[in-house]
Each structure stands twice: as C-alpha cells, then as structure tokens.
C-alpha cells in the first residue's frame, strides 16, 4: 500500500444508534452514502441474539427476541458505561463494550460486501455522553477490530450532513436529536467551513424507548383491567408487547387512531388508541425536552431569533408531538423533508474524510475537486460535562465538586492546578474526579481516582507538584502531572471505575474474533 494513501481501504462513519444502526461511506464525488446491510436494508437494528447455533444482529435477531427474549440484548447502549452490567448466556458473560462491538461487526462485514475493505471508522456518539461512555464506545470499536480514527458528536454529524447537503448559508442552527434511546440539544453555528458548537446538554436516558414504555404500561393496564392478567409477568409476552406499542406510536405518527393487539394466557384484546389520548400520556416526556432546549440556548447566549434553522433528527422527531413542539418554540417551520434517520451516519461519514485529509493523507476513491473541498471543513466541539475534583471544604468540612473545567467549554481544553505534597517524603498523591455541575460530589458522575506516583523521594512536605486535567476534542479526559522542584514529568494515571483496561479489550479482540456472525 502505498504511504500516505488509504490503499483501497474505506473510512466510514457509523451511527451505532440505541435501536438502530447505518454505515455510510463517502463516495468519488464527496456525498455521503449509507451503505444496504446483508438484508438490503439501510437501517440495522441494534439487537443482538444468542442462538443455539450462533450469533445473529440486526432483523433476524429481532425475530428471536420474540422467540427467545432471554437470549437477545436490546438497547446496550443505554448500558454503555455501566461497570454493573453484563450478559450471561450459555456460560458466557458479554460487557456492553463487547454486544456494541457484535452490531459495529455485523454493519462492518455488511458493508465489506458492498465497499470492500473497511478497517477505519469514525463513530458516533450523544452529545451527552460522558466520558466512560465515550470510552466503552471507543473501546467496542476496536473490539469489532475497527481502527476508531475519532468518535463524533451526533448533533455536530447531522449538522455536518445538513450543511453540505444543503448548501446551508451561515448562520445558527438548533439541532434537535431525540432518538431511541437519548436526547441531545445542541446550538452549532455554521461560518464558512467550520461548524463551532456553542453549547449542549440532553439526557442519555429519555428516547423513543420511553415513549413506548408508556404505551406498554397503558395497554397492560387496559388487558388487565378486562381479563385480570398482566402480560408484564411473562418475558414473552411482555417482548411482544413492546412491538406491538412500537407498532402503534409509528401508526400514530401518521394516522389519528391506531388499535393494537394483545394476548396473553390464552385471552385477547384489542384496543383503539387515539393519538391524543398518546400524547396526553407522554407530554411530560416531551417537556423534559423543552425544558433542556430552552436551557441549552440561554447557555449559548442565544434567543429563537437567532436562530436560523432548527434541525430535527432522530427518528422520534417524527412524532407530530415533536414537530408541533419545535414549531412552536421556534416560531418556524421545521423542516420536516429532513431525512432524519440518515444524517448522523452521513456526517460521520463526511467526519471521517475530513479526518483522513487532514492528517495529509490521500484517499485513492475521492476526486480531487471533493477532496479539496471535504479539507477545508474543520469542527469546533464544547465539553457536555464540568471536570470537577472532590475536595473537602474548609469550612463546611462537606465535601463538594471544585469545578475545573466549566461545561461547554470549547474543545480542546486543559487546566492546571499546584499542590503541595503534605508530609515529608510524601511519592504519591491521589485526586477524586467527577464530571458534572453539581455543587454535591453524589449528583456527579464519578469517573475515578487520578493518582500521581513515582515523585522523588526524600523531599519535605510542601513540595510542588502540577496537575494538568485536559479534555481532548473527542471529549476523553487526560491528566499529566509535572514535579515543580525538577521539572520532571512524573506518572499520572486516571483508574477509572468503569470501563475496561487495554488488555481486556486486547482480550475481547481476540474472543470476538473467533466468533461469526450468521
Ligand atoms: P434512531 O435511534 O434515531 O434511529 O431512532 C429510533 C427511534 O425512532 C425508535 O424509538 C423508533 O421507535 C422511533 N421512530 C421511528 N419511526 C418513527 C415514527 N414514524 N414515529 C415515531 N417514532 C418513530
């Protein structure tokens, strides 16, 4: 392979979504383009299923978790992160990082049939993701055996896709993200080639997914109520039923009524849905997002005036609720020709490109007009989170969150602080991080203890020691440390609580490796 060429390799964006996933490349001319899976379809839903015989992801996993719920992993990446989690089956025991890593295989090797060679990626993930989950969704890549050339923000991909689709003129934009699992709000202005972030939030557990937990909980009560029986009891039952409480919030996205089927223990019923009735029992969810909304434009200094376009992805904007909800915020119309579910992976795709020219490498399948015009597109992300340390308040004696970095901070950013050692002798010092605004280290996400080792030793108490805490442009958190007496760099580690070491990735490499996906 000649030096400074992808070699025939493609670099894709992926949107690993909660309930569905796409792969897009970007083709000769510079446009994004999702890839069909091995079923000719463009959208792969994130589900994982273990059969007798092997692993399936995607549609035929979904008909097993009807079949077979026990033995199929839906939404994992509301897991991501989460150091409690794991899957057990047939004697196995599967992280979040490791089911995430058998969707990102199964749209790699899909896509492989398509666009031949796919080893590179860049990786989508919420605004709102932390830094653990930042990490697990990094680390499921390479598990997958994907080199993660970058993880992108979804709002800042959509935005990407939007603009160069578009043509948009410059100006600022609201994005809007409500998936099937997470919702993410975000200000990003578009000037020229660049797209500055000004500021986010959302929630990594409000999406399409509790829209339709509503309607389970409404259609059990109903059957219940008429033949005193709760279809929740039973795994199966329960399995069809969110189907079918799927089924019907789409139907209702387009029609006024809808009537949904429910059996259980041998009795049927089938019941009228109005979508009235539907959005009467979701409208808290939907204030949660206009809660976060209104907030995320004062952050960005922003008011609905100023904003010139507002662009709803995900695909739960397609709920009427929705678009009645930004319109009236906004005072706009919102577009809704949008093609919601295919933004986030084409502007990772676009993300991609744009990574690889700009490390000043060529990519052999791209025209040199798109090429030149794909390198000159540069983004600017903010920090989702606060960096905080715990210390103990003199005062108070409380422990509280000393903020270090302030949320919405522009990307990349770094602080440092001076400490002195305090006992003579002292090699080692340990440092508690949080991420989040609140004041209460318990209302913050703990990611672990940053511990400095190897000072010199024999050194008096009172010796200075540098802690530099920095957030790179993907978001991950690092520190270094520097001993003030020499000016040498001393170690400094961050043993995070969750998340998994470099060898155990390593490991999960190799387990996967083996394994084929039907
Ligand atoms: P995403 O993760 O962005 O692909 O969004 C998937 C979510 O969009 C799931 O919760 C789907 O149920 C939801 N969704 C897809 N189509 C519709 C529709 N027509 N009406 C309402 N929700 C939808």
Redesign the pocket.
Known sequence: MAEGSTGGERVVGIDL????SKLAYVDESGRPVLVPNAEGEL?TPSIVAFTKTGILVGRDARREALANPSRTVLHVKRQMGNPKWRFKVDGETYTPETISALILKKVKQDAELHIGPVRRAVITVPAYFDDARRKATEDAGAIAGLKVIDIVNEPTASALAYGLARAAQDGVSLVY?????TFDVTVIEKRGNEFITLATDGDVEL???D??ERLVNHLAERFRKEFNADPREDPQALAYLWVSA?EA??T???REKASVPVSYKGHWGNYELAREEFEALTEDLLAMTQLTTEMVLEEAGVTWNGIAKVIP????V??PMVQRLLEKMSGKTVAAEVP??ET?AQGAAIHATVCVLHSNERIRELGAEAAERLGRIHTIDVAAHALGLIIKDVRTLQYRNDILIPKNSRLPTSVAKTYQTAYDGQQKIVLQVVQGDAPDPSACIVIGAVEVTDLPAGRPAGSLVKVTYSYDRKGRIHVTAEDQGTGRTVSAEIVRQAGLKAAQVAEEARRLSVKSIE
Request: aromatic share 4%; net charge positive.
């Open positions: 979504g909660t309930t569905l959208l993200d409500l998936g099937g699992g999406g399409g997914k829209w339709d799927e919030k789409k209702l996205s387009r992805t995900g695909g739960s397609r709920m919601v579910d986030v």
